[in-house]
């Protein structure tokens, strides 16, 4: 019998238990108990699923539970009710086929804001990507994929509260947030609107999932960009320091263990999702929601199984200043000829992930859910790269098809440190069976091969303007200086520089060798 | 068509009575006793309300209603699940007949309250008020009465006083309902069971026993007003109106608690890892596991999620079992004083979920399943344990030859029938 | 080890060696950096002292009738009395302080 990493998870994790009138949680008031007994003050629930079971024990592994199959990924709970807040994404649309093809009933909420935003700055997806409704059709006929699409903004709680009736997920993905820096750096109107639509749009949906759902697990998309990078080279712990974590003062000592790490987010837009951070945390403790709060890492690439099926069901590729995100916007830097531009010294280091794995580490939280009232926060990185790194492995790559690539360095438009250590501990993820698969070579050349096609190289060709930054922290809005052009072979790294270090236990017990099944 | 009253009192021995009678705590039942016939009556194999109340209110035997006890093993686990009637495979009297008018109060093991043809309260166990109440609009009248489905277990750990003054208590908002229902309700079948009595006999039957003992008035008080419902009853029904007076089980002076499955472990049946909880961490030795009161059940390949009882081995379990619980004794006394196999006393559709044996205690052998700790024996603040010996009375002119709790409904008349 | 309501009595009460209870909940971080620790300490302590976890939310009676308001909150039985109770989280040489000063006064008390 194959063991998977969540076979000894019970039904205190499974968000089928109905535990509000049941569980009697910290005089929270949802207790009864003044009318009911149950032998020896046991606590009892219910299953959503499986009502005939009546009251039962909270005992059921999911091993021994017939709604959580085996799959590749883990066991899955039988056609799993998720919500995709921001489906029209690139990361919700992404998921939505995955978690689809996968069997999942997929219900989906987008106001195209994202749309709407990349048009504001003249820009567009370079990859084509039709209407919501053309989306839906071409994901049921090429994937047989029912998607449950309303067109709804998160910040409207009337209408999601009714969608949240209707369609009683069991795991909500909120990627329902403006996903840029410089976007809310522009000016006032934009960082008072990236703020509100990400704060507000999330604490709303706090009380809702309180009200409707509270057994759903939400997961909720942060940012590596809200611990900043500290000069100290602290490791960035997964939210909260271990037990051993002192605080040494005055000759005296206390434990840190559990404590929030710091926080330094890097712009007003890391800031929303740090006072997201806040808002879900304080929420899990208040109701005993349950979340997962993810430092996804920098993402890239272009690639999933599903993506790939026909051009149809491609999501959304951004390569303008604001919503292209930096191996994305390198790669169409290359095809167009436009030197890869490194800020400052290029000398930044960050966590990095391509698309496939990111949305494997989400099916990975969607089948480990967490238990009442636990706030988990899960560093999603693959790897740790140096800017200049990545510049420099995009033209390698970008050499095998042809292109003559350059790295240029200009001026810093951002305030951030461009000399430091990084080490990032990212442990959760592995624990429920993660291991990244898709190496950034890899994923690069598939963003080239896809990319370079006549039809897309066409609309680059359109957008061509809105690579090159612009947007400055200062409040500027000027092209930033061009402070050198280098061949790829001149960018080295130096001696006794700065190198990320990445804790990612990856010998695991739990894990499901799913190449061998493969093969 | 004659109207029928049913006045259930859980846990109420047949002799109890006899001696509450003699010595004129009861006069009321001694008026109503006067007419009629009032018997020892046989409870269920366990003898515990679940099952008893089950047979009652369906005419049949465990093999054919399914229940066995309070609790199951949910298929495919080891984990327990509490009764719920809808596990009930064979028809409540209630669901019989749609064209009779019912109010059914308090009968045990009737939760979630079913949409029937009048009035139903659940009794214990009922884990959601909102759900033991059917039409849900007499949540109201319970909540403006203060209603309670069962005592509140967790005061005897304070206060034994507050205890028994929470057992008054209930049993007077008890009656305030059932005088409410009686007057505001159309009805044909009325039933009304006390269910304080059992927990009255649970936790002072010692008091009954002894009469320096600081609760023993408080134990006659408490059968006085029940005296004095059954006396308001019967001055309220007329006299072509059926009575039947009943209970589900006895009760007796406990002396030790049997913990059934620290026997099993300590004979090398079982084998529990401790860090799951309850039975849910069993292991792959396991060749047998208890479940309350004295149900024990071989560990089947196919039937457990670490079942390791190949079929062919069963009977050898079996026979190793029987041994070992003939030889358990307590300071020389025989602890067990007959073993049933499931087919020697169920019969039925829902055999398969029986257990395989079943154990009956001599007097005084408290058996429990406890799937906690390493100790056989051992003592906590219950003083009363059940027995079979319950009781009936009809006020009908009838012969009775030692009937059981499934002739209820033949008793009263009734034709019954499977669920479809 | 799991402690239970269930099995309270007979495994923390009436154990024969003193018994080190972590009391927590999911909700509770702290509890969670903690949890590693209990169980390194608890197979190291084997057979001197047992030591485990209870949750809170599914074992109520328990930590009510301990009044129990912060987690984690530690407490060391002897014979089924409180020797020590501490709360809020604790690095593992902290944790380990406290079970040697225990055991070695348990020693002590032989000894005498």
Redesign the interface.
């Known amino acids: 019998m194959n063991t998977y990493h969540n076979d000894r998870l019970t039904?205190?994790n499974c968000p089928s238990a109905i535990l509000r009138?049941?569980?009697?949680?910290?005089a929270c008031g949802q207790s009864?108990r003044?009318?009911?007994?149950?032998?020896?003050?046991?606590?009892?629930i219910e299953c959503e699923r499986r009502?005939?079971?009546?009251?039962?024990?909270?005992?059921?592994?999911f091993?021994?539970?017939?709604q959580w199959k085996p799959t590749k990924y883990g066991r899955l709970l039988d056609n799993m009710r998720v919500l995709i807040l921001g489906i029209d994404g690139y990361l919700g649309w992404t998921l939505a086929l995955k978690l689809g093809a996968l069997g999942f009933e997929v219900s989906g909420v987008d106001n195209f804001l994202r749309r709407r935003m990349v048009r504001e700055k003249g820009s567009m997806s370079v990859v084509p990507i039709a209407s919501m409704e053309e989306r839906i059709k071409a994901a049921k006929k090429y994937l047989d994929i029912d998607i449950n699409f309303r067109k709804i903004d998160v910040l409207n709680r009337d209408k999601l509260a009714d969608f949240l009736k209707e369609v009683k997920p069991e795991v909500i993905v909120h990627y329902a947030e403006v996903p840029s820096a410089p976007y809310s750096m522009v000016d006032a109107d934009h960082a008072i609107f990236v703020q509100k639509n990400n704060v507000l749009g999330t604490l709303g949906l706090l009380f809702l999932m309180r009200d409707i759902v509270p057994e759903a697990t939400l997961i909720k998309l942060g940012t590596m960009g809200e611990y900043g990078a500290p000069l100290t080279g602290r490791p960035l712990f997964e939210?909260?320091?271990?037990?051993?974590a002192?605080l040494l003062w005055n000759g005296r000592?206390w434990?840190?263990?559990?404590?929030?790490t710091p926080r330094d987010p890097v712009s007003f837009y890391h800031v929303s999702k740090v006072q997201d951070t806040f808002n879900v945390y304080e929420a899990?403790?208040y109701w005993?929601l349950r979340s997962y709060d993810v430092m996804q890492g920098v993402i890239y690439g272009v690639h999933t199984d599903e993506l790939a099926t026909d051009d149809k069901l491609r999501t959304r590729f951004d390569v303008d200043e604001w919503f292209g995100t930096v191996v994305n916007r390198f790669v169409a830097q290359a095809i167009l000829g436009i030197p890869l531009t490194l800020y400052g010294e290029g000398e930044q280091i960050r966590g990095f992930i391509a698309l496939e794995d990111a949305m494997e580490c989400m099916v990975r939280l969607i089948s480990s859910p967490?238990?009442?009232?636990?706030?988990?926060v899960v560093n999603q990185v693959s790897g740790l790269y140096k800017l200049k790194t990545i510049a420099k492995t995009v033209a390698e790559v970008g050499a095998e098809f042809g292109f003559d690539v350059k790295i240029q360095r200009i001026e810093n438009p951002r305030v951030e440190s461009e000399v430091h250590p990084l080490e990032v501990v990212a442990e959760n993820l592995p624990e429920r069976g993660f291991r990244p698969r898709v190496s950034l070579e890899r994923e690069i050349r598939r963003m080239f091969d896809l990319l370079s096609r006549k039809h897309i190289v066409r609309r680059l060709e359109k957008v061509k303007d809105t690579i090159i930054p612009r947007t400055w922290w200062s409040g500027d809005k000027r092209d930033p200086k061009v402070l050198g052009v280098y061949s790829p072979d001149e960018v080295r790294e130096e001696e006794g520089g700065f190198r990320g270090i990445l804790h990612m236990p990856l010998d695991s017990v739990f894990v499901y060798r799913w190449e061998d099944e493969e093969k | 068509m004659n109207k029928a009253v049913i006045v259930g009192l859980d846990g109420v021995p047949y002799g109890l009575l006899k001696e509450l009678i003699e010595e004129d705590i009861m006069p009321n039942l001694k008026d109503v006793l006067s007419e009629g016939v009032f018997t020892r009556m046989q409870s269920s194999i366990p003898c515990v309300s679940s099952v008893s109340w089950s047979s009652i209110i369906t005419g049949r035997n465990p093999g054919e209603h399914g229940v066995y006890g309070f609790t199951d093993i949910i298929p495919g686990t080891y984990s327990v699940s509490y009764h719920s009637i809808k596990k009930l495979r064979a028809k409540p009297f209630w669901i019989m007949d749609h064209g009779k008018r019912y109010v059914i109060l308090n009968v045990p093991s009737t939760f979630p309250a079913q949409e029937i043809n009048g009035v139903m309260v659940t009794g214990f166990v009922s884990p959601d008020i909102k759900r033991s109440v059917y039409p849900p609009e007499y949540l109201g009248i319970l909540e403006e009465i203060d209603y309670r489905i069962d005592v509140d277990i967790s005061l005897i750990d304070k206060s034994r006083h507050a205890f028994m003054d929470d057992l008054f208590q209930s049993l007077a908002n008890r009656v305030r309902l059932y005088r409410y229902l009686w007057e505001k309700v159309k009805w044909d079948i009325f039933m009304l069971v006390v269910t304080g009595t059992d927990r009255l006999g649970h936790y002072f039957w010692d008091a009954y026993e002894h009469r320096g003992n600081p609760f023993h008035n408080a134990f006659l008080q408490f059968f006085k007003a029940v005296d004095h419902l059954i006396g308001e009853i019967y001055g309220k029904i007329n006299t072509d109106t059926q009575l039947i007076v009943l209970s589900d089980h006895g009760m007796e002076l406990k002396h030790i608690n049997v913990y059934l499955n620290a026997f099993l472990k300590r004979e090398g049946f079982l084998y529990i890892d401790g860090d799951r909880r309850g039975l849910s961490g069993i292991t792959k030795k396991t060749q047998a596991f208890a479940l309350d009161p004295n149900r024990i059940y071989i560990n089947i390949e196919g039937r457990y999620p670490r079942g390791s009882v190949k079929q062919s081995e069963r009977e050898r379990v079996v026979e190793d079992l029987i041994t070992a619980f003939r030889d358990l004794a307590y300071n020389g006394n025989k602890v067990i004083r007959e073993i049933y196999r499931r087919e020697e006393v169920y019969h039925g559709n829902y055999l398969d979920h029986a257990p395989d044996l079943l154990l009956i205690p001599n007097s005084g052998f408290n058996l429990m399943a406890r799937p906690e700790g390493e100790k056989v024996f051992g003592v906590d603040n219950l003083t009363g344990m059940h027995n079979p010996e319950a009781f009936i009375y009809t006020n009908q002119d009838i012969e009775l030859d030692n009937p059981s709790v499934e002739d209820v409904l033949k008793i009263m008349g009734w034709k019954y029938e499977y669920v479809s | 080890m799991i402690f239970t309501d269930k099995n309270f009595q007979e495994e923390v009460l009436k154990s024969p060696i003193p018994v080190l209870v972590e009391f927590w909940a999911s909700w509770c971080p702290p509890c969670k950096m903690v949890e590693p620790i209990i169980d390194r300490l608890e197979k190291e302590y084997m057979g001197r002292m047992k030591i485990g976890k209870m949750n809170v939310d599914i074992n109520p009676v328990t930590a009510k009738r301990y009044n129990v308001k912060g987690l984690p909150t530690f407490i060391i039985f002897i014979n089924g009395k409180i020797v020590y109770r501490g709360v809020a989280a604790k690095t593992e040489n902290e944790l380990r302080r406290v079970i040697e000063e225990i055991l070695a006064s348990q020693d002590e008390e032989v000894r005498v």
Not at chain 1, 255 to 260: K, N, P, Q, T
Not at chain 1, 370 to 376: I, L, R
């Open positions: 039904c205190w009138g049941n569980v009697d949680f910290r009864m003044r009318f009911t007994s149950m032998e020896g003050g046991d606590v009892v009502p005939e079971l009546g009251h039962f024990e909270p005992t059921i592994n091993s021994e539970c017939p939210g909260f320091f271990p037990a051993d002192v000592e434990s840190l263990g559990g404590e929030m899990c403790k005993w967490p238990e009442p009232g636990q706030y988990t």
